[in-house]
T-cell receptor
Framework: RKEVEQDPGPFNVPEGATVAFNCTYSNSASQSFFWYRQDCRKEPKLLMSVYSSGNEDGRFTAQLNRASQYISLLIRDSKLSDSATYLCVVRSGGSYIPTFGRGTSLIVHP | DAGVIQSPRHEVTEMGQEVTLRCKPISGHDYLFWYRQTMMRGLELLIYFNNNVPIDDSGMPEDRFSAKMPNASFSTLKIQPSEPRDSAVYFC?????????????FGPGTRLTVT
């Protein structure tokens, strides 16, 4: 089983839709979780950290489910500009090396 | 503030040639990472440094790859000799502190094509 797994998609949704992605991780000792966004032919950029209690930033909500070992990203009221690849990142307690998932592609259409 | 700076942005070279990629991390960041991204394998960590010292190079594919960080503001990734399978986008990233090492700032990448 890969350390960090994501559905590659693409998720194809209309503007205004709500879309959610999940990311599963295999190491139960994982401590830090993040979502990054990568636009086509650009570098990954931090979107948000994922806290145990969950967190929200505008239209974006991230949640952590330790029991089932997954994190999620919910995007409400999708915009065309949300079209990108969303990378899940997990860092285990014993390692300072963050592990990136392969990413989930989102396409928001008019 | 300038972000992570990488050069060159694009590199096209012939098989067998030496390639040197350069990175300037964000000032004050004490972690530096080199990644490679391909469609097939996604984003792979090659090596990372802490305070200019290489900590983990287990991701370096083979002896043809080497990385150095002679000072806090400069790092290089060298491929010698290059092969077509090395074609990828190479990203450098930096991070400020141990606890926040998942919060990395990436450079724009170097798109390498080896023919």
């Amino acid at each position: 089983r890969k350390e960090v797994e994501q559905d590659p998609g693409p998720f194809n949704v209309p503007e205004g839709a709500t879309v959610a992605f999940n990311c599963t991780y295999s190491n139960s000792a994982s401590q830090s979780f993040f979502w990054y966004r990568q636009d086509c032919r650009k570098e990954p950029k931090l979107l948000m950290s994922v806290y145990s209690s969950g967190n929200e930033d505008g239209r974006f909500t991230a949640q952590l489910n330790r029991a089932s070992q997954y994190i999620s990203l919910l995007i409400r009221d999708s915009k065309l500009s949300d079209s990108a690849t969303y990378l899940c990142v997990v860092r285990s307690g014993g390692s300072y090396i963050p592990t990136f998932g392969r990413g989930t592609s989102l396409i928001v259409h008019p | 503030d300038a972000g992570v700076i990488q050069s060159p942005r694009h590199e096209v070279t012939e098989m067998g040639q030496e390639v040197t990629l350069r990175c300037k991390p964000i000032s004050g960041h004490d972690y530096l990472f080199w990644y490679r991204q391909t469609m097939m394998r996604g984003l792979e960590l090659l090596i990372y440094f802490n305070n200019n010292v290489p900590i983990d190079d287990s991701g370096m594919p083979e002896d043809r790859f080497s990385a150095k960080m002679p000072n806090a503001s400069f790092s290089t990734l060298k491929i010698q000799p290059s092969e077509p399978r090395d074609s990828a986008v190479y990203f450098c990233a930096s991070s400020a502190e141990l606890a926040g090492v998942g919060e990395q700032y990436f450079g724009p990448g170097t798109r390498l094509t080896v023919t």
